[in-house]
């Protein structure tokens, strides 16, 4: 066999090289990382211990492993106390605001990427500046438009505010502008409407960017503690965040029984997460490339 024989034979036993193989063998970047995740998951592992434990075990000094697990710590979060229903307040409010986002911030991130109107990159630039101002500026403003409309202590003034969000808006403009002009060219020749363009060929395309903004979205407004204290006072229409709340008094704080709901309030945002980590990379990496 010639050197330069290009048999299959030959090619199968001979290593692939190149950019198109991805290396196995682990970075210098690990022995860094690694470490750090450890460090992140101690305050859940702590959290699980603690809601494992009898109140007496958590008293200790120095803290140690629970003596046996103690199961009852989560079935007395969650029949003592509406839990369920604050999941259920939770849930309704982050999905709407969920579906809200995905459907008006792809619109308006598609007007301000491909539709040239008048003041539109000073109304854009106007939307990325709310991202520099901290939501305690403008909370009272917002306090007082839900109680003008009559949505205080009810889950609209949940869901109001967080209908629309600037960087939903921001991400979703950067992956219009990286896709091909001519896709829309083509569509708007052969009679397609503005309306279908986005609906039927361009979203279809933006699988990474959406799932990204349904997920952050679904984090924020599921652990959102403050608005939700502010505009809320009846249990009815407590989230879980504050309903988790309720949990500690003045005294005294029954802190197995409170790590106990608040791992039961995580598990879905876990399972969210876990489910669209892998969209992470691929939109933020890509985002502002044209």
Request: net charge positive; with cysteine.
């Amino acid at each position: 066999m010639t050197a330069g024989d290009t048999t299959p034979a030959r090619r199968a036993g001979r290593p692939r090289t190149g950019a198109g193989v991805r290396s196995r063998r682990p970075s210098g970047w690990h022995l860094l990382l690694v470490p750090l995740a450890l460090v992140m998951l101690v305050p859940l592992i702590w959290m699980l211990l603690t809601s494992l434990s009898t109140l007496e075990e958590t008293r200790r000094f120095p803290p140690g492993l629970p003596s046996s697990l103690h199961w009852g710590n989560y079935r007395q979060a969650w029949a003592e106390s509406p839990f369920a229903h604050w999941l259920l307040n939770s849930a309704i409010v982050s999905l709407t605001c969920v579906i809200s986002n995905l459907v008006l911030c792809s619109m308006a991130g598609y007007a301000f990427a491909r539709i040239r109107f008048a003041g539109s990159r000073l109304v854009f630039a106007a939307i990325l500046a709310t991202l520099m101002v901290p939501f305690q500026v403008v909370m009272i403003p917002t306090l007082l438009i839900v109680k003008h409309l009559g949505l205080v202590d009810s889950l609209p003034a949940l869901i109001a505010p967080n209908l629309v969000t600037p960087f939903g808006i921001y991400l979703l403009r950067q992956f219009f502008l990286s896709l091909p002009v001519e896709l829309e060219e083509a569509a708007l020749i052969d009679g397609a409407s503005r309306w279908r363009l986005l609906s039927r060929i361009l979203l279809p395309l933006m699988g990474p960017p959406l799932s990204t903004v349904a997920v952050l979205t679904f984090l924020s407004v599921w652990n959102d503690f403050l608005w939700p204290l502010v505009v809320t006072s009846s249990p009815s229409t407590m989230t879980v965040q504050i309903g988790l709340a309720t949990f500690q008094s003045a005294h005294f704080t029954n802190w197995p029984v409170l790590m106990a709901g608040t791992l039961l309030s995580q598990l879905p945002v876990l399972a969210l997460f876990l489910a669209g980590q892998r969209y992470f990379v691929s939109s933020i990496a890509n985002t502002g490339i044209k």
